[in-house]
């Protein structure tokens, strides 16, 4: 079945540094992905909705400076946090769909970052 | 705006017994209900869809439009189906999804 790979799961970093943490599917194209975040405890929340050759859409309330995506191919969508700190911390999960409008996504493992 | 509520965070129920997930959702058009299932150390998987009318595992979900429920159900519960669960929601001609919290199943064997 189609598959979501995303890379690193998990990285350390230390304050200030950037991370770039990279979502591909990996037998089927994707001009579309999103980009989630899940704090401890907490439900999925969707930060911006990566497309493939256009900007990003973002939610409200998520910076498009420090959270910079990039979706150069339709397999490939990069999320780089930069300048990190301690509170950037948490999950990040990447989904794609197969297909058209209302198919089911499909999840990466998800990035655990620890910004030290 | 679209909101999905899940009221309970933590369900544990004896194996063999029957399992709800409650799912009730606010959406002003109409809607196309999922849910998630997330094993313990496993990626976040489709479970089911309201449009498939299908049973996946054993478990069933029927949306109510009257009572805007989209609640998860299973007549007999196995060790096998403790996992988190969410529920989730997308308007027609949208990819984007909005889940609600999530509920922990546990299934005390």
């Not at chain 1, 973002?58 to 995506?69: A, N, P, R, T």
């Not at chain 2, 004896?14 to 849910?35: D, H, I, M, Q, T």
């Not at chain 2, 029927?62 to 196995?78: C, M, R, V, Y």
């Not at chain 2, 969410?86 to 919290?101: D, V």
Request: hydrophobic content about 35%; overall charge positive; glycine content about 6%.
């Amino acid at each position: 079945g189609a598959v979501v790979s995303q890379h690193p799961s998990w990285v350390i970093c230390k304050s200030g540094t950037s991370v770039k943490i990279e979502c591909r599917s990996l037998d089927f194209q994707a001009t579309t992905m999103f980009w989630y975040r899940q704090f401890p405890k907490q439900s999925l929340m969707l930060m911006a909705t990566s497309n493939e050759g256009s900007k990003a859409t973002y939610e409200q309330g998520v910076e498009k400076d420090k959270f910079l995506i990039n979706h150069a191919s339709l397999t490939l969508s990069t999320l780089t946090v930069t300048s990190a700190h301690p509170e950037d911390s948490s999950f990040y999960i990447c989904s794609a769909p197969q297909g058209s409008y209302n198919s089911p996504l499909h999840f990466g493992n998800g990035t655990r970052l620890t910004v030290t | 705006a679209q909101r999905v509520t899940q009221p309970e965070k933590l369900l544990s129920v004896f194996k063999g017994a029957p399992v709800e997930l409650k799912c009730n959702y606010s959406y002003s058009g109409s809607p196309e209900l999922f849910w998630y299932v997330q094993y313990s150390r496993q990626r976040l998987q489709l479970l089911l869809r309201h449009i498939s009318r299908e049973s996946i595992k054993g478990f069933t979900a029927d949306l109510n439009k009257g009572e805007t429920s989209f609640h998860l159900k299973k007549p007999f519960a196995q060790e096998e189906d403790s996992a988190m669960y969410y529920c989730a929601l997308t308007g027609a001609g949208s990819y984007q999804l909005t889940f609600g919290k999530g509920t922990k199943l546990s299934v005390i064997p």
